[in-house]
């Protein structure tokens, strides 16, 4: 069956196209209810969808946002894509996604690709790597992009890109402080890859919090993870010939690593080690021990990011001028931490 066109609403409905088209377009015109009502049910009859291409051509817009993420695998970022699509679609806007599976050469790539398809704007939380350096080629080429960018979670330095990310220093602090108040003093840190802001930030939280209480940093009680699944197994084996009491994670799927390492060894949690992880993902209260961990607003984060990609695109001026705008986490305490003596 040939798809239905805005003539054939018309001629069922017995009126112009160009009054059909105000009332699909919701047009704040003098029309009868009893001629919307028609057009209407013309449209239900016929199964009537405007054609987005043809429309997008009128409007030089195409309703569609890109979404770039770093790992679909993780829950967090899982967590964060559902939470964007919900915001997008409750403002018209459909959302198509890019999983560069932590490749930071696939950044570039996928923008390109939404910019092809067309997309009003992009949300991206970039990936990074090791020697990473391509931060100065993603600048330039959003500097001449004709679409707008809002970056999420990952900082971009871009002064012409807003970014929505968490104040990680506070939740490091959160995370260890609690561990310090629970007795331990050899607290080790499993991050994130170094070259990363956030994972920076948290292990600078860490570091207050030791210096706080008197205890000197010690770069031994630190273990490079990639906020991954893989490294688990040899992290353990570092903190245990370290002799740590507790583990902050930086994130609960190394977390949960962690466990699966413990288990492994038949050791338990928290009587032989206190584990703390960060992004109160829901995993986090289905394993047992359920895991303490750092809370991130990402429901708060996600709709910010899609009402200032969508301010932009609708050329919206903003009362507040501010280019990151900065969550708090909270510290979810459960059981996989207990006081030790001292």
Not at 203 to 215: D, N
Request: net charge neutral; glycine share 8%.
């Amino acid at each position: 069956m040939a798809r239905a066109t805005i003539k054939d609403v018309a001629k069922l409905a017995g009126y112009s196209i160009t009054t059909v088209s105000l009332v699909l377009n919701h047009r704040e015109v003098s029309i009868p209810k009893e001629t919307r009502a028609r057009i209407w049910d013309a449209v239900k009859q016929l199964g009537y969808r405007p054609n987005q291409l043809a429309v997008g051509m009128i409007t030089k817009r195409s309703r569609i946002l890109g979404l770039l993420i770093p790992d679909n695998s993780n829950v967090f970022f899982g967590d964060m894509s559902r939470y964007i699509e919900r915001a997008a679609r409750h403002n018209g806007y459909n959302l198509i996604y890019g999983n560069t599976d932590n490749n930071p050469n696939r950044n570039l790539e996928y923008m390109r690709m939404f910019i092809d398809r067309q997309v009003d704007g992009i949300i991206f939380s970039k990936s990074t790597a090791p020697g990473d350096n391509s931060d100065e080629e993603l600048n330039a080429y959003i500097s001449k992009s004709s679409v707008p960018f809002v970056s999420i979670d990952r900082r971009l330095n871009n002064g012409s890109v807003k970014s929505v990310i968490l104040n990680n220093k506070r939740g490091g602090y959160l995370a260890t402080n609690h561990l310090l108040q629970m007795g331990h003093k050899r607290i080790g840190a499993y991050t994130g890859l170094i070259n990363l802001a956030d994972s920076e930030e948290r292990l600078e939280g860490y570091r207050a919090a030791l210096e706080e209480a008197g205890i000197a940093y010690d770069p031994a009680f630190v273990y490079q993870g990639d906020y991954q699944l893989g490294r688990e197994r040899e992290a353990l084996a570092h903190f245990l010939d370290r002799r740590v009491t507790a583990i902050f994670c930086f994130n609960d799927l190394m977390a949960v690593g962690i466990y699966k390492a413990m288990r492994e060894r038949g050791l338990m949690i928290p009587e032989d080690l206190s584990i703390v992880g960060f992004d109160n993902t829901p995993f986090g209260s289905l394993i047992i021990p359920e895991l303490t961990t750092v809370a991130q607003p990402i429901k708060d984060m996600s709709e910010c990011a899609v009402g200032l990609l969508l301010s932009a695109i609708e050329g919206k001026e903003m009362k507040d001028s501010r280019n990151t705008y900065i969550f708090e986490p909270q510290l979810v305490v459960r059981d996989s931490t207990q006081r030790i003596s001292v």
